[in-house]
């Protein structure tokens, strides 16, 4: 069965300054993964995703992640945060395109100047 | 372009009553999934629908209930109550043929006393 470990609950970090949030997925077959956001009382809104090919995926608001499939993992990275990239977020696990997301428990990042 | 609409956008019940909350989908699409977000935790799958029926299932008791109506709308009914469902229920969408991407809507924050 597929699970997520997103290894930090929480990174606080101050503004401009580099961060990383990590996260490890265990699956036997191919996997989609994904970064979702969650700003406070909203929905989630898709940062990146890795389907296939380059293992480098850059997405919206300057974050990036790498797909790393000796180590199952696929950490987010941002080489500047902004206060307002203070939020909740999720990595996610599909085995089929549009099939069941499989969510870690979330990392808060919190970014202060 | 409408994103994923839910409602209510609160809601509040006694242990032993039923609920339905209702979700649109982003226009264009076709498949409608619901997951349960808990207090601090990621979301965990409930159930998703395509052409009106059930395609797939994560591990949620009969208690937990759907609906697709022809134009792609969606219904989660939740039978006896049980203050452990107190959580945010949120509708993601997605277009069946080459769908990697589920768009969420802002969830239904369901408090049962």
């Known amino acids: 069965a597929q699970s997520v470990t997103q290894l930090d609950s929480q990174v606080p970090v101050f503004e401009e300054a580099p961060v990383e949030l990590r996260c490890n997925y265990s699956?036997?077959?191919?996997?989609?993964l994904f970064w979702y956001v969650q700003y406070p009382n909203q929905g989630l809104q898709l940062l990146l995703k890795y389907l296939s090919g380059s293992t480098l995926v850059k997405g919206i608001n300057g974050f990036e992640a790498e797909f790393n499939k000796s180590q199952t993992s696929f950490h987010l990275r941002k080489p500047s945060v902004h206060i307002s990239d203070t939020a909740e977020y999720f990595c996610a696990v599909s085995e089929k395109a549009g099939t069941a997301l499989i969510f870690g428990k979330g990392t808060t990042l919190s970014v202060s100047s | 372009d409408a994103g994923v609409t839910q409602s209510p956008t609160h809601l509040i019940k006694t242990r032993g009553q039923q609920v339905t909350l209702r979700c649109s989908p982003k226009?264009?699409?076709?498949?409608v999934s619901w997951y349960q977000q808990a207090l601090g935790q990621g979301p965990q799958f409930i159930f998703q629908y395509y052409e009106e029926e059930e395609r797939q299932r994560g591990n949620f008791p009969d208690r937990f209930s759907g609906h697709q109506f022809p134009n792609y709308s969606s219904e989660l009914n939740v039978n006896a109550l049980l203050l452990g469902d107190s959580a945010l229920y949120l509708c993601?969408?997605?277009?069946?043929?080459?769908?990697?991407?589920?768009?969420f809507g802002p969830g239904t924050r369901l408090t049962v006393t």
């Open positions: 993601a969408s997605s277009l069946d043929r080459g769908a990697y991407e589920q768009y």
């Open positions: 226009s264009g699409h076709d498949t």
């Open positions: 699956s036997s077959v191919s996997v989609y």
